[in-house]
């Protein structure tokens, strides 16, 4: 039997057990004649031998009768939707829906979809003892919240704590259907790429400072546990690590931190600025607790490119905008700090980055322009078959004249290949390539 049909087939026998303890629970709230006093004499299915994910993380939490249950009512806006209508009864007395029912309308989902009262609700009913007791599956300490299986989410900031949102991780939701973990994907609720990267080590050319810099963060990755754990520095020592690179584009920033995760097999993650910032008082900060509570255990790195468009120095307090301005970058000091992976920022300029932030990092590493020998380096790794340069190219005279970035030099050489093509050649001539270096110096505003 597949993973996924598995799963259904363990889920369908929940789902089942759920309606019946729905339909008790309704008995007993509205006082119909029923059978059954007591939701807890429904016994959930065994599912002692089952191997299917669902009933795997079941038996590896210990989970019982409360947490099965809000488990499947999370779910079953994505499995069946329909066993959640019987929450849109009509209170005739008052010509709404009932309060006690919690839920919340979605912008286009037409059904009910499940808040902490309905799992109250269902669990407990009135009994005011036992709804306290309940609402603890939602409290930090347990584990739904530690590992992330369910999100407990506010719409806005001072309603009660059982009006929140309850929903499924999409890890979860995938594992328990697909039976695959699939990485999240970058949309409006995600605003991260993960990136990637075929290059290696040796087509990075970078300083021996540089170099010795990256070497920490991959000692620190490999290594973290042993400092802060077996050496007892843990006391004194967050266990994140925090790095600023800085310098002019295209000398290599992004691709250092891809291959940082590719040498150590953490995925990289860079934050997509333009969807976190928003204008709304609030919605920054909660774009980026998006992204921070899905990576705090997952050994991701963060990498924050053009980091100043939100980590720029504050301003004085002139005006209510500056003063939620500089909330922002508070909040973002706070989760930067408090996040024990690795957080990357990249700025071309180091200057630009608020100093309450510099004085956090463990490491500024400084991409500079390649010199000379560095830039011919660059050239030549461009070419590993020299068969497609002409014998007229001089790579060691183009990188001793021209001061162009690693990613100036990439643009080049994609340009004389195209020439080459649009001018039917199967080589790369001289001329090609300082054409495409002279467009590159005309875009930095500059001249041979």
Not at 219 to 242: M, V
Request: charged share 25%.
């Amino acid at each position: 039997m597949s993973e996924s049909n598995a799963n259904a087939a363990i889920l369908d026998q929940e789902i089942a057990w759920f309606q019946n303890v729905l339909a008790a629970r309704f008995d007993i709230y509205f006082q119909r004649a029923s059978a059954i006093d007591n939701i807890q004499l429904i016994p959930p299915p065994d599912i002692t031998s089952d191997q299917s994910d669902y009933a795997q993380i079941v038996r590896t939490n210990n989970m019982g009768f409360d947490e099965r249950l809000v488990i499947i009512l999370a779910l079953l806006p994505h499995l069946q939707p329909h066993v959640l209508d019987s929450f849109l009864l009509n209170n005739k007395e008052i010509a709404r829906g009932f309060t006690e029912f919690g839920g919340w309308k979605g912008k286009s989902h037409s059904g009910f979809l499940p808040t902490g009262e309905t799992a109250v609700f269902i669990l407990a009913g009135d009994d005011l003892a036992r709804r306290f007791q309940v609402t603890q599956l939602f409290h930090e300490e347990h584990f739904f919240s530690k590992q992330r299986i369910l999100k407990i989410e506010h719409a806005a900031n001072g309603e009660p704590f059982l009006s929140a949102m309850l929903m499924v991780a999409t890890e979860y939701l995938n594992l328990f259907t697909t039976g695959k973990c699939d990485k999240p994907d970058y949309g409006v609720n995600f605003p991260a790429k993960l990136i990637s990267t075929t290059l290696s080590w040796d087509d990075l050319v970078l300083n021996q400072e540089v170099m010795e810099e990256i070497e920490n963060i991959n000692a620190w990755l490999q290594h973290s546990d042993t400092i802060l754990e077996r050496w007892g520095l843990g006391k004194n020592i967050k266990p994140g690590y925090r790095a600023l690179f800085y310098g002019p584009p295209g000398t290599g920033k992004t691709l250092t931190a891809t291959l940082i995760g590719k040498t150590l097999g953490n995925d990289v993650y860079r934050i997509d600025l333009s969807m976190v910032v928003s204008k709304y008082i609030g919605e920054t900060e909660k774009n980026l607790a998006s992204v921070f509570d899905q990576a705090m255990d997952k050994n991701w790195i963060l990498f924050f490119d053009e980091a100043d468009a939100l980590f720029g120095k504050r301003t004085q307090a002139s005006s209510s905008n500056d003063r939620h301005a500089n909330q922002e970058i508070s909040y973002l000091l706070q989760r930067v700090e408090d996040f024990p992976g690795v957080v990357i920022l990249a700025t071309n300029l180091k200057g630009n980055i608020d100093e309450a932030f510099a004085r956090r990092f463990q490491t500024s590493v400084h991409f500079a322009m390649p010199d000379a020998d560095q830039r011919l380096k660059l050239w030549q790794g461009m070419f590993p078959d020299n068969k497609l340069l002409a014998a007229n190219i001089d790579l060691a005279a183009i990188a001793e004249k021209f001061e162009l970035s690693g990613g100036a030099i990439t643009n080049a050489v994609r340009y004389g290949a195209i020439r080459a093509i649009r001018m039917k050649r199967n080589e790369i001539i001289q001329d090609d390539l300082i054409k495409g270096v002279t467009k590159e110096l005309l875009k930095e505003g500059r001249t041979q």
